[in-house]
C-alpha cells in the first residue's frame, strides 16, 4: 500500500518562507507526476505546482509563480514545496499528490494535508 505524508505546515508572518515536503512510501516501481495542491476555506481544492519524474519540467499557478519552487528527490521519493513571500491569499490546507506506479498496479494518491496560515 502507498503512502504520502506531508510535512512542514505551520503559521508564518506575511513575507516569509515555508518548506513543505512529502515522501512516498510503499511498494514503489515508479513516480511519475508529483503535484501540490491547495484548499482554503469555502474555495475548491486548486493545482498548485506540478513537477514530472525527470525533474526538468515544472509548471505553476499564476498566483504562485516566482514566489513557489517544486523539486523533487527521486532517490528519496519525495517531492518539495518551498513557498517564499508568502501572502494571506496563501493560506490553506495542502495536499500532496502523485501518479505511482506499484509492484502490482498504477494508481492516483492523495496525502492527508498539511495547514499553511500566513497571518500577522
Known amino acids: 500500500q502507498v503512502r504520502l505524508v506531508e510535512s512542514g505546515g505551520g503559521l508564518v508572518q506575511p513575507g516569509g518562507s515555508l518548506r513543505l515536503s512529502c515522501a512516498a512510501s510503499?511498494?514503489?516501481?515508479?513516480?511519475?507526476?508529483m503535484a501540490w495542491y491547495r484548499e482554503a476555506p469555502g474555495k475548491q481544492r486548486e493545482l498548485v505546482a506540478t513537477?514530472?519524474?525527470?525533474?526538468?519540467?515544472?509548471r505553476y499557478a499564476d498566483s504562485v509563480k516566482g514566489r513557489f519552487t517544486i523539486s523533487r528527490d527521486n532517490a528519496l521519493n519525495t517531492v518539495y514545496l518551498q513557498m517564499n513571500s508568502l501572502k494571506p491569499d496563501d493560506t490553506a490546507v495542502y495536499y500532496c499528490?502523485?501518479?505511482?506506479?506499484?509492484?502490482?498496479?498504477?494508481?492516483?494518491?492523495w496525502g492527508q494535508g498539511t495547514q499553511v496560515t500566513v497571518s500577522s
Open positions: 510503499g511498494r514503489i516501481s515508479s513516480i511519475y507526476v
Open positions: 499528490n502523485a501518479d505511482i506506479r506499484t509492484t502490482d498496479s498504477r494508481g492516483n494518491y
Open positions: 513537477i514530472l519524474g525527470s525533474s526538468s519540467f515544472t
